[in-house]
């Protein structure tokens, strides 16, 4: 037990060594709800529900935080077939301790059984529609409804006081009788299910004694003797019936009887059939309508799998297609290993690299991870800037040879490699006009003087635009020197 005030755990003294709050009040208070707790406890284990809720309040107006008496009396409930009123119990407890509470595995036991929970939503869906009729005096329509809920949710104790009450209302004395039988085996004292048992009994009881008249036949002509239990009276004066009237009675009877028969016994037991097939078809109906219920379940269960497959089955895709990461990691290690093994040649680590999709290996991209990202960039950088500078010097050699397809070939590769050369840009264009592609070529050098204004080779592509001929490289012009004080006469 702790203190109420500071939480530190109590001893057999009066007040609390901790806070020193005085605490013999507080005890008393707590065994009195821990004895109505275990009060309840028995009753509840012998199937006293009503008995044990009524201990397990007591037991929390005492004290409210008793956790153990609040998940009890959640238990019952959910017997009873209260199950919101359960629920109800549980959550507070939870509220009251967070961890190690055994109403957490009753709550997801409940909640984790969806087709349950279905199945009590229509229940008390029912019940409140048969509680509106009853109250609209449509007992026929309430007894029909609270017969489904009795047989969806057998532990619904306010079903079956409900049911038994509307028999009562409609005088169906036997009928009542079973069914607060079968509720009294749900709660076996329940005071208001005994006291509507005591007033069907009682009913029954005085309908058995006065159920056969017994009318009293006096005649001067009659005289009475007993046989048995049995008293006869027979007159004395009556002449004696023929057999040919004997058997006129009889048939008589037999007529009348079977009119009996046609007129009123039959129509009732053929509508208490069709009520019975109603009844069955209705049950049926609500069945289905639960199955249906937790196939809808399921079925939105496989199509969220199949969604979830279908996304592995992309993220698997994008992992082993040809653009994938795991095609993208081969390529980076072939181009890596190439250019180790032949630095002099990065034309063909370039090439390998160039099956890499650049917006594939970003960091943002699924399953690159950095280092990866960062050895794809400097390789791309150093590769390509080599690779690059060896198609532009074998191209200008090209060029300056009169080979002017193959060093527009090189030159193009190495424009693709370096976008930002314009030393490349400038001979792919002189390229392509020594070798009769005059508009090709000059298209080229306007783009190098927009794209690179200040640089020589912009200098000279104006030069060829507006003279039409080439003009020669520039050369770095020497800065002039000092020369030596006091020149020679």
Not at 166 to 188: F, S, V
Not at 259 to 280: C, E, G, K, N, Y
Not at 366 to 384: C, P, T
Request: proline share 2%; hydrophobic share 35%; charged share 25%.
């Amino acid at each position: 037990m702790r203190c109420y005030r500071c939480g530190a755990t109590l001893s057999s003294d009066d007040f609390c060594t901790a806070c020193g709050a005085d605490v013999k009040l507080y005890k008393r208070i707590v065994k009195l709800s821990n004895s109505f707790y275990n009060e309840g406890l028995r009753k509840a284990k012998v199937r006293d529900l009503s008995g044990a809720v009524e201990s397990l309040k007591q037991s929390l107006k005492c004290n409210k935080n008793n956790v153990e008496a609040r998940n009890l009396l959640g238990l019952v409930y959910f017997e009873m077939g209260e199950t919101v009123q359960a629920l109800s119990e549980w959550i507070i407890s939870k509220n009251i301790r967070s961890k190690k509470n055994i109403a957490d595995d009753f709550m997801a036991e409940l909640q984790d059984n969806t087709g349950k929970l279905t199945t009590i939503d229509q229940t008390i869906k029912k019940y409140n529609q048969a509680l509106s009729y009853a109250n609209q005096d449509s007992i026929d329509l309430a007894i029909i409804q609270l017969k489904k809920i009795v047989s969806m949710n057998p532990k619904l104790l306010a079903a079956y006081q409900l049911l038994a009450l509307c028999y009562i209302k409609t005088e169906q004395w036997d009928r009542a009788r079973r069914i607060i039988l079968r509720a009294c085996k749900l709660d076996t004292n329940n005071t208001t299910l005994k006291y509507y048992l005591r007033e069907v009994e009682r009913v029954m009881s005085e309908r058995a004694d006065g159920g056969g008249d017994t009318r009293n036949f006096h005649h001067e002509d009659a005289f009475t003797y007993q046989s048995g239990n049995e008293t006869i009276i027979q007159p004395i004066n009556e002449r004696e019936r023929s057999g040919s009237f004997t058997v006129l009675n009889i048939i008589i009877g037999l007529i009348v009887g079977a009119a009996i028969m046609w007129f009123l016994v039959l129509p009732a037991r053929i509508q208490s059939a069709r009520s019975d097939t109603q009844d069955q078809l209705q049950e049926t109906s609500d069945e289905l309508t639960s199955r249906n219920a937790d196939i809808g379940e399921l079925e939105k269960r496989v199509e969220a799998l199949q969604e979830d497959n279908e996304k592995l089955k992309e993220q698997l895709s994008g992992f082993t297609s040809d653009s994938g990461l795991m095609n993208n990691y081969n390529y980076l290690m072939q181009a890596a290993q190439e250019f180790m093994e032949h630095p002099e040649d990065a034309k063909r680590a370039a090439e390998i690299l160039s099956n890499i999709d650049p917006s594939s290996v970003s960091e943002d991209s699924v399953g690159v991870s950095k280092e990866f990202a960062d050895l794809y960039r400097y390789m791309s950088n150093v590769v390509s800037q080599q690779a690059a500078r060896t198609m532009l010097d074998d191209g200008e050699k090209k060029y300056n040879e009169g080979n002017y397809s193959a060093a527009i070939e090189l030159l193009e590769d190495a424009v693709l490699f370096a976008p930002d050369s314009d030393e490349a840009l400038y001979y792919l264009a002189q390229s392509y006009i020594h070798d009769n592609n005059e508009s090709q070529g000059r298209m080229l050098l306007n783009q190098l003087i927009t794209k690179f204004p200040d640089s020589r080779y912009a200098q000279r592509a104006g030069e060829y635009l507006s003279s039409g001929v080439e003009t020669a490289e520039p050369t770095e012009t020497a800065e002039p020197t000092e020369t030596a004080e006091g020149d020679a006469d």
